[in-house]
């Protein structure tokens, strides 16, 4: 198994009770004849913040995406809205090519009238695709969060094969779902209408903008390589960080007018402002060339999908970029947390990615600035952060001690971790969680511990657990 404790017995873990109106299904308890689902009890007015931690393979990434949707469920069951946002830091060609062989499998078991009798979606998945000739070359890159699709590859995975065959959606009371989405990308890298194939009939794909006050002097400079010595450097400077306008067109028009600047440094301050204005991120205006409203990004959320950031290779964005826009975002929800009264759900694949590992987090980090507020005011404002990583002792320790909860998935990465948990986590003398070795061993034993680890429940009682399987694809 991938974790043990020194005394695994029975009598030595004192199960809780946790009623499924209480919170979404977490997945089963190890160790015990019965192997109780177990719910994650979510705190009124308080943060519920997850740390998951796990290397790549074993599987924290669908764990993480079975609790985005366990959280929809249970959110909807109750009656209520939320508000579910999700980082998505890539997209997978090879998922793509599994689950084309598992359709095919499937048409030659049952017949292709069966087969798309039982798998409505992912029959019409794939005729949309054939429908669209023209965008082949663009297709067959579904994300890491493809959600608006059913995971139909797990139907084969087996818990059991006597006295009868038992699939792991079976075994956990589920079934394969998709789950509506709106996926927002950022200067498209390709079709938008391709991507929407890609990740499920229930996704829509829109284009999210950042308006350009919201981009400092610095940030301009840096992404438009404008000299700080040069005059017209000095003149759009005065205009966009002094003056505040933010405008191209106003800047050069007040330039022309009221200036009195030679005609090369004229030329070269148009060059960069038309160079602005021309960039697909930012905002520039009420109406775009179809006649439709302009909307930043932030205008996008809603509680109806499932919000899928999208800052895979869909988006052409640095990573200043991607900061600033975690930033701009994080300005928005506190908006809507406070307004509305919504609960909201942040999901952070890989999030030493975005915010630096410890040494790099400071406050000239956009990402940084917004997770430190996040988990401040996150108890007051009904705001949750899932936040996944491979590695523990490189992020800044406040995060870590900051969570409520803590997943752990398969198996560490390194002994530094553990030393961390035994620290965090208050039961954690107890934790034996094994550190993976880049070994064929290691190899072989992964297929075994995937999607199964340990929760540490505030914190202060851990179990060893299968976590529930993630429903989409």
């Not at 292709?112 to 429908?131: G, N």
């Not at 610095?218 to 505040?244: N, Q």
């Amino acid at each position: 198994m991938a974790v043990s404790i020194k005394q695994p017995t029975t009598q030595a873990i004192d199960i809780p009770y946790f009623d499924p109106s209480s919170g979404p299904y977490l997945g089963r308890l190890m160790n015990t004849n019965k192997k109780e689902k177990l719910y994650i009890p979510l705190k009124v007015g308080e943060a519920n913040h997850i740390f998951m931690l796990g290397r790549t393979g074993y599987g924290k990434t669908s764990t993480m995406k079975a609790l985005a949707e366990a959280l929809w469920e249970y959110y909807h069951n109750q009656g209520k809205d939320v508000m579910i946002i999700i980082f998505e830091r890539k997209y997978d060609y090879s998922k793509c090519q599994r689950l084309k062989q598992f359709w095919k499998k499937r048409i030659k078991e049952l017949g292709k009238e069966e087969a798309e009798r039982r798998h409505q979606f992912l029959a019409q998945y794939f005729k949309l695709q054939e429908q669209h000739p023209q965008l082949k070359h663009m297709l067959g890159f579904p994300g890491d969060f493809a959600m608006g699709l059913p995971n139909y590859l797990l139907m084969d995975t087996l818990v059991s094969i006597k006295p009868y065959p038992v699939n792991i959606f079976t075994w956990h009371g589920l079934k394969p779902r998709s789950y509506p989405v709106r996926r927002i990308v950022f200067r498209p890298t390709r079709n938008i209408y391709a991507i929407k194939l890609d990740n499920g009939p229930k996704t829509e794909v829109v284009e999210g903008k950042i308006h350009l006050k919201d981009i400092s002097f610095e940030m301009l400079a840096k992404k438009f390589d404008i000299p700080k010595g040069t005059a017209y450097g000095r003149i759009l400077r005065k205009y966009w960080k002094v003056y505040k306008i933010h405008d191209p067109d106003r800047i050069l028009h007040i330039v022309k007018t009221q200036e009195p600047v030679r005609e090369s440094t004229l030329e070269s301050l148009q060059s960069i402002l038309e160079e602005i204005k021309a960039d697909p991120l930012y905002l520039k205006g009420n109406l775009t060339k179809t006649g439709q409203e302009h909307k930043p990004f932030t205008e996008y959320l809603t509680t109806d999908k499932i919000n899928v950031i999208d800052f895979s290779d869909n988006s052409d964005l640095d990573l200043e970029e991607q900061r600033l826009i975690v930033y701009l975002l994080w300005k928005k929800l506190k908006v809507i947390a406070g307004k509305k009264r919504v609960d909201i759900w942040i999901f952070f694949d890989e999030i030493q990615d975005l915010i630096g590992t410890a040494g790099e987090a400071s406050r000239h980090n956009l990402a940084w600035l917004a997770m430190e507020e996040l988990y401040r005011k996150g108890r007051s404002l009904s705001v949750n952060v899932v936040a996944g990583t491979q590695y523990l002792y490189k992020l800044p320790m406040s995060l870590i001690m900051g969570a409520t909860h803590i997943a752990v998935i398969g198996a560490l990465a390194s002994p530094k971790d553990l030393d961390i948990l035994r620290v965090a986590i208050m039961d954690g003398d107890k934790l034996n969680i094994p550190i993976e070795h880049d070994s064929f061993e290691e190899f072989v034993k992964r297929r075994k511990k995937k999607g199964r680890g340990w929760f540490s429940f505030d914190r202060e009682f851990t179990v060893k657990m299968y976590f529930r399987p993630n429903q989409s694809f």
